[in-house]
Structure formats: C-alpha cells, structure tokens
C-alpha cells in the first residue's frame, strides 16, 4: 500500500475527469503507439485549448515508480498561459513535482498568470527544487517545483494546488480566445516545445522506467512538445 501513489491515481482520474466534462478527447495520429498497459497517452481539444495531454508512466511494479505529465496549450488565436503539472513518485515520497502556468502569447503579465501566482502564493516546499536554465527560460518565478515530498500533507497540497488550478484554466482560458497576436502565440508555444525538449532528464527517466529506448527518443521529440511547424 502506498498512501503517495493512492492519492497521484485518485488525482489522474479528476484530471481526466476534468479534460472529460470540458472538451472532446481525439485520436492524434502515431500517438497510439505509446499506448499499452503501463503507458497512457491521451488528448482533448475544445474551442479554447488545441491540446490537452495527458502521459502517465505506471512502473510501480516492475520499477517501483509512477510519473504522470499533464500540459495544456490554448488555440493560436488565445494569447493564455500553458498549464503545466508533472509528477514522479516512488511507493514513499514524491521526488519530483512540477506546476506552472508558462507564458503564452500574453507574456508573465497575462491575467491568468497574475491568477496562477496568487493562487501558489502561500506554498512554500519542504525541499524545493532548483531549476536548470531551459527551465528557468519558459517557467515563472512562482512554479511549484518540489522534491522529496513524503508526508500526505504535502502531496495533497501539491494535488490540490494543480487541480484547482485546472479547473480555473478551463474556467477562465476561453475569455482570451480571439485576443493576441497569432505569431507571437506559435512563437511563445514554440519556445517552450523547444526549451522543455532540452531536458534530459524526461527521457532518461523513462528509460529507467523500462520503456523501449527508441520509442522514448521519438515520444520526446516527435509526441510530448511538439513544436508547430
């Protein structure tokens, strides 16, 4: 029994439950080759957001870890934030948890992300991560970025902070729609396809999971930040 890994599948399943009752899941092309029984991949689109994804990796049994990567990015004519929230978790703590509302075409001065830093404002880690330049490049000064989260308390903190915040993103993403400038919209949506595929960790993580290394390679470039070509 895990108390860490109990909560993070109860969270998975608001979250899907969430993209379930605001926007209409689809098939992206080549995607359904990352799906198995330990590896999920699915997405949502509605008229606000192009992309929601959700990715969870379950290594509990042959590894004894359980990742899950959820990202949102808005329609191009949307100037709003990209929604972040990936997780790493061993059957006793959380190594790894990572929130942001990124900037879009709007910039860190977007209201949403105004939004997003008041509603963090009040959580403060027990170890907080530090974060390598591309990230420091495309997340806000107000990212949750925890480690080593072994109490209930702070998980459910952390899960709480990021479904909330999900919730409001759907809320709040559709008053932008049609506001902002298309090309700075892709430019921005770019920058941060580009910046996150510069983490190495993301695939060396799911190598460690078992995952096919070659699939891993193309999952990274090709399925989890796409750019917009």
């Known amino acids: 029994m895990s108390v860490i890994w109990d909560r993070l599948i109860e969270c998975k ?16 092309p080549g995607l359904d080759h990352f799906n198995n029984d330990t590896w ?5 689109q509605n008229n606000n957001i192009r992309r929601a994804h959700i990715d969870v990796v379950d290594a509990r049994e042959s590894r004894g870890l359980w990742m899950m990567h959820v990202c949102l990015f808005p329609v191009l004519n949307n100037d709003g934030p990209i929604y972040g929230f990936d997780v790493i978790a061993g059957k006793n703590k959380m190594t ?52 080593n989260v072994s109490t209930e308390e702070e998980a459910v903190a952390i899960i709480e902070l990021a479904v909330n915040n999900l919730r ?6 559709g008053e932008f729609t049609g506001y902002g400038n298309r090309d700075e919209t892709i430019a ?29 390679d193309r999952f990274c470039t090709d399925m989890l930040f796409p750019k917009i070509v």
């Open 168 to 173: 409001a993103y759907f809320n709040e993403i």
């Open 188 to 216: 921005a949506q770019n920058y941060y396809c580009e910046n996150q595929q510069q983490n190495p960790h993301t695939p060396r993580t799911m190598k460690s999971l078992g995952l096919n290394e070659e699939d891993v």
């Open 96 to 147: 790894g948890a990572f929130h942001d509302f990124s900037a879009g075409g709007g910039g860190e001065d977007h209201p949403m992300v105004e939004g997003y830093k008041e509603a963090v404002a009040d959580f403060i880690p027990k170890k907080q991560r530090q974060l390598p330049e591309w990230a420091t490049n495309i997340f806000t000064d107000k990212m949750v970025a925890a480690g």
């Open 13 to 28: 399943d608001e979250i899907i439950n969430i993209f379930d009752a605001n926007a209409v899941e689809y098939q992206e």
């Open 40 to 44: 999920i991949n699915r997405t949502w």
